[in-house]
């Protein structure tokens, strides 16, 4: 059974900064795509940014030149370095991992608030 343990969450004033952190345990298979996605109070969860075991990245746009994505296939791990945070970046930043051999998975979710 894979788990994802998220860490590095929390509260910070508009215009500073965050690193998440996410690591795969529970399985020997690397990581095909890991990364992150969030979801605001009473919206959908959307796309923040993944990145392949070839260091392929995607961001969504509104995170562009703000967020940073890096992932290190041999720990199965994945970090998203955040800057110049927004207010409307607040929300559950939920990791997610996949390999051909085991499939899909969530992680547990860690809260981000960015106050204006």
């Known amino acids: 059974q894979v788990q994802l343990v998220e860490s590095g969450g929390g509260l910070v004033q508009a215009g500073g900064s965050l690193r998440l952190s996410c690591a795969a345990s529970?399985?020997?298979?690397?990581?095909?795509?890991m990364g992150w996605y969030r979801q605001a109070p009473g919206k959908q969860r959307d796309l923040v940014a993944v990145?392949?075991?070839?260091?392929?990245?995607t961001y969504a746009d509104s995170v562009k030149g703000r967020f940073t994505i890096s992932g290190d296939n041999a720990k199965n791990a994945v970090y998203l370095q955040m800057n110049s945070l927004k207010p409307e970046d607040t929300g559950t930043y939920y990791c997610?991992?996949?390999?051909?051999?085991?499939?899909?998975?969530w992680g547990q979710g860690t809260p981000v608030t960015v106050s204006s």
């Open positions: 990145i392949t075991s070839v260091g392929i990245t």
């Open positions: 529970g399985t020997s298979y690397r990581f095909s795509t």
């Open positions: 997610t991992y996949r390999s051909p051999a085991n499939g899909g998975y």
